[in-house]
Every structure is written in structure tokens, then in C-alpha cells.
């Protein structure tokens, strides 16, 4: 264990802890603000109680998420600041602009929408929460193009010892960026619609809040359907962008060795990075591979081997979450179909219900699986052919102090991770309060379930 390899781990936990809070903030905030918008224009008092009960939620993760993100940034300080030396006048700009922007837009008027219930007009109301969300996605946006030009600089020159802005409209047009910044933001809201599906098929299971939940129900079905689809869509065109600017992490993903033409892409194999080779390989569609990166059967895909060792990804772990990412990215979505046919009369699906909230933590799963391969697939580079992530650590800091703060972001973190589990699944279980205009008072064995009371 040295610093180096200590810092790592470090900044991947709690990045990986931040990631669990970010993608359901940008989702649940869409779809908290078109609920409060529903209520507006129908003027049906249930969708307020839905924006106000799925809004307690939003809450609860915004905050958490708030913060474990504040001490990711200070590690480019205190773990990375040879790194913050070199590229700070691009990546510092970046993140200052997110903080300054789209962060205080964000927790302004946010702090409008819980306190101005019944205080300021409803229509500014709605807009407050509606520029909730449109900062969390903007934030998003910046952190992004930061982590994209991470992947693919642009918009830069070397000037002595240090990387210099040159142009921030090919900072800010970057393509690799801008298909990493979709497949992030397409996946954060997958994730939030299966965790809205999921809660209502729980109480809808079992009969409380039916009309309630019914309607969260239909308005999740479409949005996690549509995304789920342009998810699968987008993450092909962005697997392009891959094979375009990062080579060698496109043959570390399919564990591919040998420069060829019509590539062919195996179904089933297990990498042998110690031998350089597979160990299987089983039904291979041929030119699958070409046809997949550079969209022709014909198109020669580089191996693992024309790298030098020194440049090469970690193979093994890259493939295996790369794999396990589109096995669940073809899953999401064909439930989400299963989802939007059922939409209507989703009580007349019991095993629909049933396998809803487990469906919940697969898109958190498939989400940090797609930052393992973007980022340990990007190695040995920290920024990509500019600077190795051995040259980025800090000088002068001891095994002693990164491993205290590792593990004190171990416990800490690990806290945090539990307190929102359980305030999640407290409150999403304990369901909206009481309608005392009886907008919500459907009686469960008019539909057909149980009601609570029979559960064991």
C-alpha cells in the first residue's frame, strides 16, 4: 500500500458514496416539478400531496448528496495537487462555474419551494422547483465536460509545466464530453423513474394510497420507458466515441488482443490478461465487433496488444463491468416495457408489483458499474495521453495520513450510505399523509388487492 494507490481508493469511495445521491436528484426533480405542474393545471389536490410526498424524498437524498460532494473537491488539494497544478486553469474553471452557477441557483431556490408552500403564488412556486431542477441537471452538465475533457483533452496548450485554457467553446463542444455528460443524464433518470415504480408498486401491493399511487405509477411508466430506450440508443453511439478516443479502452472492455478487421464479438468470454489472451471464447458474431465501434462489419478494431503493457487498461475488471453494465442495460429496459403495458391497471399485474422495489437497486448497480469502466479503463492516464495519475498525487503527504482519512471516509461515509437507506424506506413506506379533502380515499378491494391489513 503506498499514497498513490491509497489516494486512489480514496477519491473512487467516496465518489462512487456521491454518485449513489446524484443520479436520483436529477430525475426526481423532473418529475416532482411536473407533478406540482399537473396539480396547477387540473387543480386535483392529489398530485400536490404526490409533489409534496415525493418531494420529502428529494430532499432527504439532495441533502446527503450535498454532503458527501463537498469533500471530493478539496482531495484535489490535499491528494491530487500535482494534478491541480498542471490542468487547474481548465478543470478549476469548470468547477467554478458549476459552484457558482448551477449549485447556488440549485439550493436557492430550493429553499423557495420548501418554505414558500401557501406563501408566494402558486405559479412561482412551480418555477422554483422547476429551476431545481433545470441547476441540478445544469450542474451535472459542468461536472461532466470537467470529467470529459479528463477523457479527451481539448481546448488546451502545454505551456511550460502546465496545461492552459485556449479555448473554452472546444472545452465546452467536446464530443466525448457531451456523450458521456447524455449516457449519465439518461441513466440518472432510468433510476429515478424505477425508484418511483418501485415505491408505488409496493403500496399499491398492498393496497394503501391505491389512487395515489396509481398515478405516480402512470406518470413514472412513460418517462422510464423513454429514457431506458434512448439510454440503450445513446450508450451505442457513445461506445463510437470510445472506440474513436480511446482505443485501448474499447479492447479492455471486450478483452480484445488482436488488431483485425471484421472483429468479431464474442458472447461469452473469459479474459487471460496474464497470457495476453482469452481463455474462452464462445459464439462469436463476426464483424460484431467492427460493426459495434466503427459501424462497418468491415473496420479494423485495435487489440491489447499493439499498447504497450504500460498504456494498457486494467483488462479484467474493465470487461467484467462493462459486460454486467449492458446485461443490465437491455434489462432495464424491456421491464420498463413490461411497466408502460401495465400502466393502466398495474393491480391486475401482482408479479409486476412484487418484483418492482427489487428492481430498484439494479440501476445504481448499472450506473456504478459505467463509472468503473470510464474511469479505471481510462488508466494509466488521469487525463487521457496528457498526464499519468502517477504524476498527479501529492508530494509530501504519508501512507499514514491517506490511510487515516480513507478509513475515516470509510465509517463516515458508510454512516451516511445508512441513514439514507433507512430515511428512504422510511418514508417511502410510510406513504403521503392523510388527504383531508378525500381525494384519495379509493377503497383497495375496489381494485382488486389486499388491503394491509391481510399482510402478514
Not at 171 to 177: D, E, G, K, R, S
Request: net charge positive; proline share 5%; charged share 15%.
Amino acid at each position: 500500500m503506498d499514497v498513490l494507490l491509497l489516494s486512489r481508493l480514496q477519491f473512487a469511495f467516496t465518489t462512487f458514496v456521491h454518485f449513489i445521491f446524484v443520479p436520483l436528484t436529477l430525475g426526481l426533480s423532473l418529475l416532482v416539478a411536473y407533478m406540482e405542474t399537473k396539480w396547477l393545471r387540473t387543480g386535483e389536490e392529489v398530485y400536490k400531496r404526490m409533489a409534496k410526498f415525493w418531494g420529502k424524498l428529494f430532499l432527504i437524498n439532495f441533502a446527503l448528496g450535498v454532503v458527501t460532494g463537498i469533500a471530493l473537491e478539496f482531495q484535489f488539494g490535499t491528494n491530487w495537487s500535482r494534478y491541480s497544478a498542471y490542468v487547474g486553469d481548465i478543470f478549476g474553471s469548470l468547477l467554478a462555474i458549476e459552484a457558482t452557477l448551477a449549485f447556488f441557483l440549485e439550493s436557492t431556490f430550493l429553499a423557495v419551494w420548501i418554505f414558500g408552500w401557501n406563501r408566494i403564488p402558486p405559479k412561482l412556486h412551480n418555477a422554483s422547483i422547476w429551476l431545481v431542477a433545470l441547476a441540478a441537471n445544469l450542474s451535472a452538465f459542468w461536472i461532466l465536460m470537467a470529467n470529459g475533457w479528463m477523457q479527451n483533452p481539448t481546448g488546451f496548450v502545454l505551456r511550460g509545466d502546465r496545461a492552459e485554457l485556449e479555448s473554452f467553446m472546444a472545452l465546452v463542444t467536446n464530443p466525448f464530453a457531451w456523450g458521456q455528460f447524455l449516457h449519465t443524464l439518461f441513466a440518472a433518470y432510468v433510476l429515478s423513474g424505477f425508484f418511483v415504480l418501485g415505491i408505488s408498486a409496493w403500496h399499491l401491493a398492498r393496497g394503501s394510497n391505491v389512487d395515489f399511487f396509481k398515478r405516480s405509477f402512470r406518470i413514472a411508466a412513460p418517462f422510464t420507458l423513454v429514457f431506458a430506450v434512448a439510454l440503450v440508443i445513446q450508450g451505442h453511439s457513445h461506445g463510437a466515441s470510445v472506440a474513436k478516443y480511446q482505443p485501448a479502452k474499447l479492447a479492455a472492455m471486450e478483452s480484445h488482443w488482436e488488431t483485425m478487421a471484421r472483429a468479431p464479438q464474442y458472447l461469452f468470454v473469459i479474459p487471460d490478461p496474464a497470457n495476453e489472451r482469452n481463455l474462452v471464447e464462445l459464439l462469436p458474431v463476426p464483424g460484431g465487433l467492427s460493426m459495434l465501434a466503427y459501424h462497418s462489419f468491415d473496420a479494423e478494431v485495435q487489440g491489447l496488444r499493439d499498447f504497450p503493457k504500460e498504456d494498457r487498461p486494467p483488462v479484467t475488471l474493465t470487461f467484467v463491468s462493462f459486460r454486467t453494465m449492458v446485461g443490465l442495460g437491455f434489462l432495464l429496459p424491456a421491464l420498463a416495457a413490461w411497466v408502460w403495458i401495465r400502466r393502466k391497471t398495474p393491480e391486475d399485474s401482482p408479479r409486476l408489483l412484487r418484483i418492482l422495489p427489487w428492481v430498484i437497486p439494479l440501476p445504481y448497480i448499472a450506473i456504478q458499474l459505467g463509472w468503473i469502466v470510464a474511469e479505471v479503463g481510462r488508466q494509466p492516464w488521469i487525463v487521457h495521453g496528457i498526464m499519468r495519475t502517477e504524476d498527479a498525487v501529492s508530494a509530501g503527504i504519508s501512507v499514514g495520513q491517506v490511510g487515516f482519512s480513507l478509513a475515516m471516509f470509510t465509517l463516515i461515509y458508510g454512516l451516511l450510505v445508512a441513514v439514507d437507506v433507512y430515511l428512504l424506506m422510511h418514508h417511502g413506506r410510510k406513504g403521503p399523509k392523510s388527504s383531508v379533502k378525500g381525494d384519495d380515499t379509493r377503497d383497495a378491494d375496489a381494485v382488486g388487492m389486499r388491503p394491509a391489513s391481510t399482510m402478514a
